[in-house]
């Protein structure tokens, strides 16, 4: 097995003659904020031929920095098959649809697939609305002679779950940032620096234990940090190490790597490892001497970089201006049916929020499910965004605001009390779909389940309510397909006849045909 660093999370896989690409992510993500770093837009042409034109596509969720949109419509081929996770809703197929994709794999949670007679993949599920737009995947990559455990940036809660297909060679995953807080927020400048060193402290307590429960043979820090080439988001990358940022590179988490006795390597794109006979071999392209100056030279690097690509930026800001809309009014049509159907989400946020899009104030009123101009409200949370910013993403519909805007750190906040999760679930859940599972998530977390609930009639059956997994409610989650009842949450199969599940042989539920 071969695995070749394309970027970010990306991945190029070479093994028993098939090709597999994960995450190829080359355009600049979330109003061109983020950037690949160290850069990959110089990558050989054979490489990128094959990054183009693999026997298989793995995209572990619909994150800009993975889901990669125009390099996807414009780059990669529609003879491709793409591995899908089995997320509970279909959104991400049907993305891929939009793009001319149609052919797929379609997986179930944690279960190996065999994609060839010699190679199997098992894609693993978190699907919490935190976890990102329908959550996050990891995939675990073994051909019988070689194993990648391809994490990213998931958060899987059962750390040893990626390990039970077997011993791991490589694992691949994130130990940097990949959030706006807390250089966004309104604070003193010592605060927030206090504040984004204990981040990055617990981003890499969390990278290692990941790190020790799959104990593979070499590790690879991958899935950022991204770099930021913007003037007005310079200062958010991480050079001396004392900016007020949660974006270190690579050397910080290598020196932990290290003091562990973990065998790591510092890596860019290109930099290619093959696996024989249960060992390693690193190659760097141009020599680790040149792979070493990126770090050691990093503000120049970056200079470099940032005048490369400064007429691509200004192209982009001239795009993303807009003539000014009634943003109340559009709000209020758009949002009112989501708010009205969540009040356990509206009841988690328990406060107003204030939207200045540059100097006009919209109110969020989650009590009264209500948007309204801000005349003098009282709110609990803020958000100072540039008009021409939310005039695009309310333009675009955009379903997350999350990936369409927060993650661009284009924006400054401020807010009463602690983080309130509920409040960014809210803001990424801008659709029914979304927020029929984000209401879900949010009855579950105040009230808990309710064990003694009535049945359900789901088609012809009637069906207990709660998935014997985790509690999913199947009134939102399950489906009747090709004679099973699923849960879509997970992505477990009962059978219709007996309620023997299929997925876990130890679980059962009860269901019956209606009479």
């Known amino acids: 097995m071969q695995a070749i660093s394309i970027g970010h999370a990306g991945i190029l896989v070479r093994t028993k003659g098939v090709t597999i690409v994960c995450d190829p992510w080359f355009v600049p993500a979330f109003l061109g904020s983020w950037f690949v770093f160290p850069r990959n837009d110089q990558l050989p042409d054979h490489i990128m031929h094959d990054v183009c034109n693999p026997d298989f596509l793995y995209i572990s969720h619909l994150h800009a920095d993975h889901f990669d949109e125009p390099f996807l419509r414009n780059n990669m081929s529609r003879d491709t098959t793409v591995l899908l996770p089995g997320y509970p809703t279909r959104e991400m197929e049907r993305a891929y649809n939009k793009l001319g994709f149609t052919k797929f794999v379609r997986t179930s949670d944690g279960m190996a697939t065999n994609i060839t007679n010699d190679v199997s993949i098992a894609i693993h599920l978190e699907t919490s609305i935190t976890d990102g737009p329908g959550g996050d995947s990891a995939i675990v990559i073994s051909d019988g002679d070689a194993r990648l455990v391809n994490q990213n940036d998931c958060r899987t809660n059962d750390l040893d779950a990626l390990r039970q297909h077997g011993p791991v060679d490589l694992h691949w995953l994130q130990f940097s940032g990949a959030i706006w807080y807390p250089m966004v927020y309104e604070m003193d400048a010592d605060t927030k620096l206090r504040l984004c060193k204990e981040k990055v402290a617990s981003q890499f307590s969390r990278a290692m234990r990941y790190v020790e429960a799959i104990d593979a043979t070499h590790v690879v820090p991958s899935a950022g940090p991204p770099c930021f080439l913007d003037e007005a988001l310079f200062s958010l990358n991480m050079i001396t190490g004392e900016e007020p940022t949660i974006f270190p590179d690579q050397r910080q988490f290598l020196s932990r790597l290290a003091d562990a006795q973990r065998n790591a390597t510092l890596t860019v794109p290109g930099t290619t490892f093959d696996i024989v006979n249960g060992k390693v071999a690193v190659t760097q392209p141009g020599g680790e001497v040149a792979v070493e100056s990126i770090f050691n030279n990093k503000e120049q ?65 989650f009590a009264r499910a209500k948007i309204e101009p801000y005349t003098d409200q009282d709110y609990a949370f803020r958000f100072d965004i540039d008009r021409d910013l939310v005039e695009h993403v309310v333009a675009e519909r955009a379903v997350d605001w999350s990936n369409s805007l927060f993650l661009s750190c284009r924006f400054t906040a401020w807010r009463k009390g602690e983080y309130n999760e509920y409040l960014y679930n809210f803001f990424k859940s801008l659709s029914v779909e979304r927020m029929t599972r984000t209401e879900t998530e949010a009855k579950e977390k105040l009230l808990g389940p309710n064990h003694t609930e009535a049945d359900i009639e789901l088609g012809d059956y009637v069906v207990q309510r709660r998935c014997p997994h985790r509690n999913a409610d199947l009134s939102v989650f399950g489906e009747i397909e090709d004679g099973n009842l699923v849960c879509t949450l997970h992505g477990w199969r009962f059978d219709l006849e007996t309620g023997q599940c299929l997925t876990a042989k130890e679980k059962t539920i009860r269901i019956k045909k209606r009479s």
């Open 301 to 365: 690097y970056l200079r470099t970089y940032q005048r490369d690509w400064t007429p691509w930026l200004d192209d982009l800001k001239v795009s993303l201006k807009r003539e000014p809309t009634n943003l109340v009014e559009t709000l209020q049509l758009w949002w009112k049916p989501l708010l009205d159907m969540a009040p356990a989400l509206r009841q988690g946020i328990g406060a107003g929020c204030l939207l200045n899009a540059g100097d006009e104030g919209i109110f969020i009123d």
